[in-house]
């Protein structure tokens, strides 16, 4: 069975830093896309981010309010996706999710971890 | 960057009933790239539909999605309780996109 389950969230000051995590279990994420994905308190879902596997370059893409300030990366020895995300603004506030790509189903977000609550406030 | 926006912002139905939720997208998309989800309060998102019209698995015969080019369709034939809930379409692509919601809620 598939499971991913985030963890680092918290309270951070505007302006500082944080690390997600996302453990994975049921398959290796080596052989995975892994994106995040967040949803600000009473608001819709935006796309933070992707990593994609080495065989694909295994680089990361980032939507345009994170670019330059967040990264994605991924420890395949330990099956760990993160999310490190820095220069922290209030507005990153949000439940963040991890998602894999296209594991089971192409070209969408098929399997989806239960989210961690980041909130930025001074 | 494509630019989704959902409709109705609220849909308002008795169970068996049913629902149709639409999605427009800014310009013309690939369907194999567009998805539909389902989240409901305190929980996370939940894949329905990909490629356009194909469910993911363990989704009910119900929920059935249609379209093509810009204008795609989440239909429910008959709403059972555990159905009312927010749903969201999706852009697959260099930078993924989201509609706004659809809530569809109890009359």
């Given at each position: 069975e598939?499971?991913?389950?985030?963890?680092?969230g918290g309270?951070?000051?505007?302006?500082?830093?944080?690390?997600?995590?996302?453990v994975?279990?049921?398959?290796?994420?080596?052989?995975a896309?892994?994106?995040w994905?967040?949803?600000a308190?009473g608001k819709g879902?935006?796309w933070?981010?992707?990593t994609?596997?080495?065989?694909?370059?295994?680089?990361?893409?980032?939507?345009?309010?994170?670019?330059?300030r967040?990264?994605?990366?991924r420890?395949?020895?330990k099956?760990?996706?993160?999310l490190?995300m820095?220069?922290?603004?209030?507005?990153?506030?949000?439940?963040y999710?991890?998602?894999?790509?296209g594991?089971?189903?192409?070209?969408?977000?098929d399997?989806?971890?239960q989210?961690?609550?980041?909130t930025?406030?001074? | 960057?494509?630019?989704?926006?959902?409709?109705?912002?609220?849909?308002?139905?008795?169970?068996?009933e049913?629902?149709t939720?639409s999605?427009?997208a800014?310009?013309?998309?690939i369907?194999t790239?567009?998805?539909?989800?389902?989240?409901?309060?305190g929980?996370a998102?939940?894949?329905?539909?990909?490629?356009?019209?194909?469910r993911a698995?363990g989704?009910?015969?119900?929920?059935?999605?249609?379209?093509?080019?810009?204008?795609?369709t989440?239909?429910?034939?008959?709403?059972?309780?555990e159905?009312?809930?927010?749903y969201?379409?999706?852009?697959?692509?260099?930078?993924?996109?989201?509609?706004q919601?659809?809530?569809?809620e109890?009359?």
């Amino acid at each position: 069975e598939v499971q991913l389950v985030e963890s680092g969230g918290g309270l951070a000051k505007p302006g500082g830093s944080l690390r997600l995590s996302c453990v994975a279990s049921g398959f290796s994420v080596s052989h995975a896309w892994m994106s995040w994905v967040r949803q600000a308190p009473g608001k819709g879902l935006e796309w933070v981010g992707r990593t994609k596997v080495k065989s694909d370059g295994g680089t990361s893409e980032y939507g345009a309010p994170v670019k330059g300030r967040f990264t994605i990366s991924r420890d395949d020895s330990k099956n760990i996706v993160y999310l490190q995300m820095n220069s922290l603004k209030t507005e990153d506030t949000a439940v963040y999710y991890c998602t894999t790509e296209g594991l089971a189903s192409l070209a969408c977000l098929d399997y989806w971890g239960q989210g961690t609550l980041v909130t930025v406030s001074s | 960057e494509i630019v989704l926006t959902q409709s109705p912002g609220t849909l308002s139905l008795s169970p068996g009933e049913r629902a149709t939720l639409s999605c427009r997208a800014s310009q013309s998309v690939i369907s194999t790239y567009f998805a539909w989800y389902q989240q409901k309060p305190g929980q996370a998102p939940r894949l329905l539909i990909y490629g356009a019209s194909s469910r993911a698995t363990g989704i009910p015969d119900r929920f059935s999605g249609s379209g093509s080019g810009t204008e795609f369709t989440l239909t429910i034939s008959r709403l059972e309780p555990e159905d009312f809930a927010v749903y969201y379409c999706q852009h697959y692509g260099t930078s993924d996109t989201f509609g706004q919601g659809t809530k569809v809620e109890i009359k």
